[in-house]
C-alpha cells in the first residue's frame, strides 16, 4: 500500500480497497492504495504518490515540455497549488496558466 494524493474526486472500488472514511475521496485528500491501482490513477492523472509533493516543478513529468497549456483549468489550479503559485478563485484559466508560466521563468 502507498499513499496518494487525489487530483480530482475518485469514487474507490470496494473490490480494490475498503476505506474507513467512505468510498468517495476527495480533490486534495490522501489515502493509501495497491500499488497497482494508484499508479493507475497516476497514469490517469486523478491522484500524485503522496511523496511526490516534496518535487521540484521541473520535476514532474507529466507536465513538462509546456503540457500546463493543454490542462483544465481544474487542473491548473493543482498544478498551481502544487507549485505552490499564489491564485485566487475569481481567476480565469488564462490568468492562472499566465501566472504557472511567470513562476516557472517562461
Not at 38 to 53: C, F, I, K, N, T
Not at 63 to 80: I, Q, W, Y
Request: proline share 3%.
Amino acid at each position: 500500500m502507498k499513499k496518494y494524493k487525489m487530483r480530482s474526486t475518485v469514487i474507490v472500488p470496494e473490490s480494490v480497497v475498503k476505506i474507513r472514511s467512505g468510498q468517495m475521496v476527495a480533490t486534495g485528500e490522501t489515502v493509501s492504495l495497491p500499488e497497482e491501482y494508484g499508479q493507475h490513477l497516476v497514469e490517469e492523472r486523478l491522484a500524485v504518490e503522496a511523496s511526490d509533493s516534496s518535487k521540484k516543478p521541473n520535476e514532474d513529468k507529466s507536465h513538462a515540455n509546456g503540457a500546463v497549456d493543454k490542462m483544465r483549468k481544474d487542473e491548473l489550479v493543482a498544478e498551481a497549488e502544487k507549485r505552490g503559485v499564489e491564485i485566487t478563485s475569481d481567476m480565469t484559466k488564462a490568468e492562472i496558466l499566465t501566472a504557472l508560466q511567470a513562476a516557472a521563468g517562461a
